[in-house]
Nanobody
């Protein structure tokens, strides 16, 4: 099994920044891609970003392009989501996901999920 431990959520004012972290543990992942999704209250879970751990290719939802950056630190075995210029509509529970078997932006592609970390953006 694979465990994904997220951290870094919290309360931030609009325009501020947060950095989320995701650390995988357990068996070796079969895919080098890890992703971030988010779910706002009353809404479905949406794709935010993904990164290929091996070649560094990154993917972003249009809603976060230019504001969010996904990074990997191979030495620390950690994937980060740096979120800048946060908006109220970024308020959601953010989930780390691993081992996609299909399109990276499709939540059904992923086999493993973290517990989620809450991000609240106040105005």
């Amino acid at each position: 099994q694979v465990q994904l431990a997220e951290s870094g959520g919290g309360l931030v004012q609009a325009g501020g920044s947060l950095r989320l972290s995701c650390v995988p543990s357990g068996r070796t992942l079969s895919s080098e891609i890890m992703g971030w999704f988010r779910q706002a209250p009353g809404k479905k879970r949406d794709f935010v970003s993904a990164i290929n751990w091996g070649d560094g290719n990154t993917y972003y939802a249009d809603s976060v392009k230019g504001r969010f950056t996904i990074l990997r630190d191979n030495a620390k075995n950690t994937v980060y989501l740096e979120m800048n210029s946060l908006k109220r509509e970024d308020t959601a529970v953010y989930y780390c996901a691993a081992d996609p078997k299909g399109p990276v932006a499709n939540e059904d592609s992923y086999d493993f999920w973290g517990q989620g970390t809450q991000v609240i953006v106040s105005t």
